[in-house]
Nanobody
Framework: QVQLVESGGGLVQAGGSLRLSCIAS????????MGWVRQPPGKEREFVAG????????YYADSVKGRFTISRDNAKNTVYLQMNSLKPEDTAVYYC???????????????????WGQGTQVTVSS
């Protein structure tokens, strides 16, 4: 059974930084692309970033490009999201997500994931 456990959320002022972590278990982590999605209050869930199984390919939503960086450590079964220059509109519950093994490259949409974590709250104050 796949388990994805996020950590690192919290309250930060606009312009600040946070790093989210997600530890995965249940599948061969190094064989699966990973990503992050978020759900702002009162809105639909949206794609944030994706990374290929090797870490060699990444993809970002336009809204976070240049501010967020996704990375992974396959030896630790962990994927990260470094968030810099945070804005109030980044406030959301952030979810770690895993793609099926057959996916080649970095995920670029919500539909490419088949497992999700429970989420971690990120709140950016103005």
């Amino acid at each position: 059974q796949v388990q994805l456990v996020e950590s690192g959320g919290g309250l930060v002022q606009a312009g600040g930084s946070l790093r989210l972590s997600c530890i995965a278990s249940g599948r061969t982590f190094s064989s699966n692309a990973m990503g992050w999605v978020r759900q702002p209050p009162g809105k639909e869930r949206e794609f944030v970033a994706g990374i290929s199984w090797s870490g060699g390919s990444t993809y970002y939503a336009d809204s976070v490009k240049g501010r967020f960086t996704i990375s992974r450590d396959n030896a630790k079964n962990t994927v990260y999201l470094q968030m810099n220059s945070l804005k109030p509109e980044d406030t959301a519950v952030y979810y770690c997500a895993e793609a099926p093994r057959y996916l080649v490259g970095a995920p670029s949409s919500l539909e490419e994931f088949d497992y999700w974590g429970q989420g971690t709250q990120v709140t950016v104050s103005s």
